[in-house]
């Protein structure tokens, strides 16, 4: 079974923080993605890499970057962390054909 | 602007009847769709999908239904069970693929006993 490990269940930082989540992934897939969930909107793209080195954004980049150095793990990074940042972020690796994702636990970010 | 849109944010059902939930879409160049479903602290999991191609596609007792002319996908699930209460999310692919789903809102199912 696939398996991708968010390193943090919850965490809690405060506004302008530099925030860290790390996803790894052990299943040697090439495409990994960060989303946000939140309450009546859904799941939200915010970056993927379909390579090392390599990545896109998705559809609400701003106020996030990412980092792929290796290929089983893909950072998400918060530079200066908002309010409008707390949510429930989840991410996801899938290999090439299929377009099934498997996703990590999600990450419950508080910030105030 | 919403392209994926669950409008039932939640739905009750009895244990063993039928669960219906619906999925609509705005883009027509979405070529091929999937459910997943969430429980609480858990990621969400991949369910059943279905090609633009095809109307129906079917895995034990869950079953997919695509209408492409009215941009509508529904899942029927039957005999409902406890364990089915989740959140359900739909998603959407674009035609040549890419690398990224667009999902639903999602919809709260509650079977109960």
């Known amino acids: 079974d696939v398996k991708v490990t968010q390193s943090s269940r919850y965490l809690v930082k405060r506004t302008g923080e530099k925030v860290f989540l790390e996803c790894v992934q052990d299943m040697d897939h090439e495409n990994m993605f960060w989303y946000r969930q939140d309450p009546g909107l859904g799941l939200r793209l915010i970056y993927f890499?379909?390579?090392?080195?390599?990545?896109e954004k998705g559809d609400i980049p701003e106020g996030y970057s990412v980092s792929r150095e290796k290929k089983e793990r893909f950072s998400l990074i918060l530079e200066s962390a908002s309010t409008n940042q707390t949510s429930m972020y989840l991410c996801?690796?899938?290999?090439?054909?299929?377009?099934?994702?498997?996703f990590g636990s999600g990450t419950q970010l508080s910030v105030l | 602007d919403q392209q994926v849109k669950q409008n039932s944010p939640s739905l009750s059902v009895q244990e063993g009847r039928i669960s219906i939930l619906n999925c609509d879409y705005t883009n027509s160049m979405f070529d091929y769709f999937l459910w997943y479903k969430k429980y609480p602290a858990e990621g969400p999991t991949f369910l059943i999908s279905i090609s633009s191609i095809k109307d129906k596609n079917e895995d034990g007792r869950f079953t997919v239904f695509l209408n492409k002319s009215a941009k509508h996908l529904s899942l029927h699930i039957v005999p409902s069970q406890p364990g089915d209460s989740a959140v359900y999310f739909c998603?959407?692919?674009?035609?040549?693929?890419?690398?990224?789903?667009?999902f639903g809102t999602g919809t709260q199912l509650k079977v109960e006993l």
């Open positions: 890499s379909y390579d090392v080195k390599m990545k």
């Open positions: 996801a690796s899938r290999d090439q054909g299929p377009e099934k994702l498997f």
């Open positions: 998603a959407a692919r674009f035609t040549g693929g890419g690398n990224k789903l667009t």
